[in-house]
């Protein structure tokens, strides 16, 4: 885009590499996953209010919104305790290879929701997919409680970004996150209190370490880096943007093989289906913006 500048490349890059360590973050945190996101969610809505307020957004909304976004918030607290969950069940590498098939899943569940057909190119994508995830599989039987979580996270992720597609359309982006975090700590505290969990003072009762890498995930990885996103976006297109963020799992790989060499080496099947997993992702959203030119183009008149 032509008001682009360095500076907002770069920012995005930062974007994508705070996105990659917060598998770094959910691997060092010693809590298990439920509690870590109760309290991600926790501390960067109390940061996303203190955000709102100071710059004066409106926080009214009907109760029909409210229950909508609170579907939405019960979702991406469900993708994150699966995600985490992965990564305690089986490692980094494993559950950002399988996150990586948000792609495959959203090449159907989009067709739902915004009422358009499947594309061959499409189903040819989500075929190398599966064969992708397949190899990984194969070579990683070990993990396989790892592998099922990480392509649920995957789907539920899917599911919240479409969902919030459809919300963005009418409502501004920190408002709709707020309630959405609001809403998932409501779900993650009931559920904590019915599974005979209590909040007492163990609950609380973390180490020094937990608590910078928590304020870290709720305040970098969470709060500002959405801000950061929403900021990015006014200077560069979101084609630029969602390509970009295929790279996540690739910088997260990297960030897990320097910092947990002893237990992030996998099998050479292991790397090829997830460099098959990526590459395809990469090339789908890179034809889909071919045919989103062309159409345009096509369109202009003589």
């Not at 032509?2 to 890059?13: D, E, G, R, S």
């Not at 607290?77 to 699966?82: D, Q, S």
């Not at 067709?111 to 190899?135: C, D, M, T």
């Not at 163990?202 to 890498?213: E, Q």
Request: with cysteine; net charge positive.
């Amino acid at each position: 885009m032509p008001n682009a500048k360095l500076k907002h490349y770069l920012q995005l890059h930062v974007l994508v590499l705070i996105a990659g360590f917060t598998a770094i973050l959910g691997e060092l945190i010693t809590i298990g996953a439920i509690e870590l996101v109760w309290f991600r969610m926790v501390m960067a809505g109390i940061l996303m209010f203190v955000y709102i307020k100071i710059v004066g957004v409106n926080l009214k909304i009907s109760k029909k919104t409210f229950l909508q976004f609170s579907v939405a918030g019960v979702i991406i607290a469900l993708h994150w305790i699966t995600f985490f969950e992965a990564i305690n069940q089986s490692n980094v590498s494993i559950a950002l290879a399988m996150f990586s098939s948000g792609a495959f899943f959203a090449s159907f569940i989009e067709p739902l929701f915004f009422k358009r057909r499947v594309f061959a190119s499409e189903i040819i994508f989500g075929i190398i997919v599966i064969i992708g995830v397949f190899l990984i599989t194969s070579s990683q039987m070990g993990y396989v409680n790892g592998i099922v979580l990480g392509l649920i996270s995957a789907l539920l992720s899917t599911l919240f970004a479409v969902i919030n597609g459809r919300f963005i359309e009418k409502h501004t982006a920190s408002v709709i996150s707020f309630y959405e975090f609001v809403s998932g700590v409501a779900f993650l505290t009931l559920f904590i209190l019915v599974s005979g969990r209590q909040f007492n003072a163990a609950f609380f009762n973390l180490s020094t370490a937990d608590w910078i890498y928590l304020f870290i995930l709720a305040s970098i990885c969470t709060a500002y880096a959405f801000i950061g996103s929403v900021h990015v976006m006014r200077y560069i297109s979101p084609f630029t943007v969602i390509i970009s963020y295929n790279l996540e799992p690739v910088y997260s790989i990297a960030f897990a093989l320097m910092l947990f060499p002893e237990t992030e080496k996998m099998s050479p099947q292991f790397y090829l289906g997830a460099v098959l997993v990526l590459v395809t992702v990469l090339f789908d959203a890179i034809f889909k913006n071919y045919k989103r030119r062309r159409t345009k183009t096509e369109r202009i008149p003589d």
